[in-house]
C-alpha cells in the first residue's frame, strides 16, 4: 500500500493469495451468490466498508481473531479468502501494523480487495 495504484496492488495481491493453499479454498456458497447478485455492488460494498471498520478498524479490536464468522454473509467469506478477517492476517498478508486504527485509506483498499474478490468468484460462477 502506498508505493503503487491501488488496482495493481488488488491484481499482485490476488495472486499472491492464490498461492495460499488455505486462502484459496474460500468459495461463495450458492446462498452468498444470490445475496450479492440481489443485494447489488453498491449495497455489498457498503458492508464491506461497515464490516471491516466495525470489526477490525479500532487499533484493538474486540475478540481479534475470532471477530469474523466463517459464513452467514459473502463479505465475511471474502475477508478469509483475502486475509482481511483479524488484524494479525492483516498486519502477516497486508503488513498493516497491528495496535493502530485503520485509517480511512486502509480500510478503502482492504473492502476493494474484499470487492475483488467476492465479484471474481460471481465471474467464475455464472447464475445457470
Sequence with gaps: ?????????????MERLSHSKFR????????????????GKETIDRHAHELLRSRLGAAHPA??????PWRGHPVFTAQHATATCCRGCIEKWH???????LTDEQIQWLADLVMAWIERDLTQHPVA
Design 1 to 13: 500500500m502506498g508505493f503503487m495504484d491501488e488496482r495493481t496492488w488488488i491484481a499482485e495481491t
Design 24 to 39: 484459496s479454498k474460500f468459495v461463495l456458497s450458492d446462498k452468498d451468490r444470490a445475496y450479492a447478485r440481489a443485494k
Design 63 to 68: 475478540k481479534d481473531g475470532k471477530q469474523t
Design 95 to 101: 503488513h498493516i501494523a497491528q495496535g493502530r486504527e
